[in-house]
């Protein structure tokens, strides 16, 4: 599904497709032991790189490959009904992956975790790691955590806490590839609203207040397309 786009459901019976693929990494070395999903099926490469599923439903099929020491890949392959796919059609590389040691300063323990977002900075990088599984990354002040695995990147960092801003709007660090990088985001309070709700002219006890925008969808992907 893509925002603001119209897609059809077509659903049909058709013999399934076989799929036989190979992962390598950089230097064309088979990577043993990496979970392969395609449609929800899950299989292991053996010490060739060799994965096989059978039972492929036909049409355009999510594939996300993870291997421990390499960045998650992912891709859609197009399945077509009853054919057979082998290693010479179906392959694929991954990169080694990198670390980020990452902490959040400037809030109180009562304040809560911070929730931090790590997004590419090349949308077009987007559609091969998947971020989704990754984010929001949770961030308990005075604490540092480690992200492994991640792909060789430009990355945005964008930080949320309760009762707190970032010092900087947008925190950047370029991942390199096999390297660890390190990044302090800083907090600082936000400002404070402060009002009186009534009712019938009386203050009203209890009294629940929500603040936010008109259109959440909205300014959410306006927020995440600022530079």
Known sequence: ????????????YGMP????????DTQDD?????EVSIDGQVSWTNAEGIFAL????????????????YAAHREVLNV?????????????TLHK??????????????????????????????????WYDLNPVEVWPGQSIRLVDLPAQHVYVRT???????????????MREGRTSSL????????????????????????EVILEAPDRVDATARFLRKP
């Not at 599904?1 to 049909?12: A, K, M, P, S, Y």
């Not at 049409?59 to 490959?65: F, K, M, R, T, Y």
């Not at 990452?102 to 975790?113: E, H, M, N, W």
């Open 184 to 207: 302090e985001v800083r907090m600082a309070s936000a400002e404070t609203l402060s009002g009186v709700v009534t009712l019938n002219g009386e203050p009203a006890l209890g009294a």
């Open 30 to 34: 088979p990577v043993e032991g990496a």
């Open 160 to 174: 949320f806490a309760r009762g707190a801003v970032t010092e900087r709007t947008l925190s950047q660090v370029r």
């Open 1 to 12: 599904l893509r925002q603001r786009q119209e897609r059809v459901l077509n659903i049909g």
């Open 80 to 92: 077509t009904v009853g054919h057979s796919l082998d290693v010479d059609r179906v392959s694929y």
């Open 17 to 24: 497709a076989s799929i036989r693929g190979r992962v390598s």
């Open 54 to 69: 059978d039972r492929v439903a036909s049409g355009a099929a999510l594939v996300e490959i993870t291997a421990p020491g």
């Open 97 to 130: 992956g990198s670390t980020l040691e990452l902490s959040v300063t400037g809030l109180g323990r009562d304040q809560g975790p911070a929730h931090v977002v790590l997004l590419p900075a090349n949308e077009q990088e987007q559609r091969t790691f998947p």
